[in-house]
T-cell receptor
Framework: EVQLVESGGGLVQPGRSLRLSCAVS????????MHWVRQAPGKGLEWVSC????????GYADSVKGRFTISRDNAKNSLYLQMNGLRVEDTALYYC??????????WGQGILITVSS | AIQMTQSPSSLSASVGDRVTITCRASQAIRSDLGWYQHKPGKAPQVLIY???NLHSGVPSRFSGSGSGTDFTLTISSLQPEDFATYYC?????????FGQGTTVEIK
């Protein structure tokens, strides 16, 4: 069974940092492109960031570029999102997801980040 | 960034209706587009990839078409389990972008 399990969420003050993790099992993680997608309360889906299998190709949404850093550890089958300089507008449910040639085929259950003073 | 404009933003339909959702890209994206269904409390699910390819396990009442800038998702006969929000996503160039979503509600 494929599982993607996010952790590291919670309540954080504006300007502070948080690191999300996504533990992956049941698929070949080290040849998978991995992404973060978020959904703010009452809003639509927003693509956040991606990293290819060997970390050679990385992309970010304009809204998080320079503040968020995506990384992965293939030995640990884990994906990470370091979020610095958090803003109220970063409040959202964050999903990790695997992208394959047939689209985002596996998703985590999502983890909530609330940025508030 | 490439803008994805979805229409309509919401629609009301009855079981058995044919439903069409469109997505327009602000520049040509070949066929690098997917369609996703999202229900409250669940993770999104891929329906269509590469504009017109049905993802494994997705009912054949879902179909996609288009290339370049204009794309369509069609549900040929709406079923009760299809009431959800639908998003297009361009994976042509970074930053990838979703459409704003189309919520399909029960009439």
């Amino acid at each position: 069974e494929v599982q993607l399990v996010e952790s590291g969420g919670g309540l954080v003050q504006p300007g502070r940092s948080l690191r999300l993790s996504c533990a992956v099992s049941g698929l070949t993680f080290d040849d998978s492109a991995m992404h973060w997608v978020r959904q703010a309360p009452g809003k639509g889906l927003e693509w956040v960031s991606c990293i290819n299998w060997n970390s050679a190709s990385i992309g970010y949404a304009d809204s998080v570029k320079g503040r968020f850093t995506i990384s992965r550890d293939n030995a640990k089958n884990s994906l990470y999102l370091q979020m610095n300089g958090l803003r109220v507008e970063d409040t959202a449910l964050y999903y990790c997801a695997r992208f394959s040639p047939s689209g985002f085929d596996y998703w985590g259950q999502g983890i909530l980040i609330t940025v508030s003073s | 960034a490439i803008q994805m404009t979805q229409s309509p933003s919401s629609l009301s339909a009855s079981v058995g209706d044919r439903v069409t959702i469109t997505c327009r890209a602000s520049q040509a994206i070949r066929s690098d587009l997917g369609w996703y269904q999202h229900k409250p409390g669940k993770a999104p699910q891929v329906l269509i990839y590469a504009a017109s390819n049905l993802h494994s396990g997705v009912p054949s009442r879902f179909s996609g078409s288009g290339s370049g800038t204009d794309f369509t998702l069609t549900i040929s006969s709406l079923q009760p389990e299809d009431f959800a929000t639908y998003y297009c996503l361009q994976d042509y160039s970074y930053p990838w972008t979703f459409g704003q979503g189309t919520t399909v509600e029960i009439k």
